[in-house]
């Protein structure tokens, strides 16, 4: 139920029977009405099953295309599963963003710099770190919480109200750009738990959103994992 994003009605039941004598099957259709009665029995018609048959088709060609990409792999993607339950690691570099904060933090919206980040997420959940420096993570790259609100102390980040949608047959290229919106585009509304920054987080982004300085690594609080770690 957590993959269904849409709202299903429905329209058409199957019953199927078995004979004793020799396990030989009967399907037998029944049309539903707006109650959910069944309705209108008979046998499945060809055009019926034709059309199951493509639906199913359809579905699995979805789940299996889920992150395909076509090409070499874009430079930031540290690691890669396809598939319908598929998964990527990727990281991005310290960089300017426009970031959004509710009123009651008292933090004006504007854009900023943000620290190096690594990646994790599949269809439905995201998880960020924080890194030390620009260049690719090892496996035995230190990782750093995410100063952000919003970000639980294992790395998983809440994004209250937004209805996350990744398409069953979205591409990497699409998938990365997603959640980066879905995370940057969202409101920063609370902080959970504590030890992100050396700091006070409130006025750590109320300074960077008024003076546009490079944002001070040097004052991130480390985890005690490694980039290893999350590819485990």
């Given at each position: 139920?957590?993959?269904?994003t ?9 019953m ?63 690691h ?27 933090i ?14 599949d ?54 750009k ?55």
């Amino acid at each position: 139920m957590d993959k269904i994003t849409d709202l299903y009605v429905p329209f058409k039941a199957l019953m199927v029977y078995r004979a004793e004598s020799d396990n030989s099957y009967y399907i037998e259709s029944h049309d539903l009405d707006a109650k959910g009665m069944a309705l209108n029995a008979h046998p499945l018609s060809l055009k019926e099953s034709q059309s199951l048959a493509s639906a199913l088709d359809s579905a699995q060609v979805k789940g299996e295309s889920f992150l395909h990409h076509r090409g070499l792999l874009p430079s930031c993607v540290l690691h890669l599963r396809t598939g319908k339950d598929g998964s990527a690691v990727w990281h991005t570099p310290m960089m300017k963003k426009e970031l959004h904060f509710i009123k009651g933090l008292h933090i004006s919206d504007g854009i900023a710099y943000v620290p190096p980040m690594l990646w994790k997420a599949d269809r439905k959940q995201l998880s960020v770190w924080a890194l030390a420096d620009n260049k690719r993570p090892k496996e035995k790259t230190a990782l750093y919480h995410a100063p952000f609100f919003n970000v639980y102390e294992n790395a998983s980040v809440c994004f209250g109200n937004v209805k996350i949608e990744i398409p069953a047959d979205c591409s990497l290229s699409t998938f990365l750009k997603m959640w980066e919106h879905y995370f940057f585009d969202s409101t920063f509304s609370h902080l959970i738990g504590g030890g992100a920054f050396k700091g006070d987080l409130d006025r750590l982004w109320k300074e960077q959103t008024a003076t546009g300085q490079k944002f001070p690594v040097g004052e991130m609080n480390s985890t005690a994992k490694t980039l290893m770690d999350v590819l485990k």
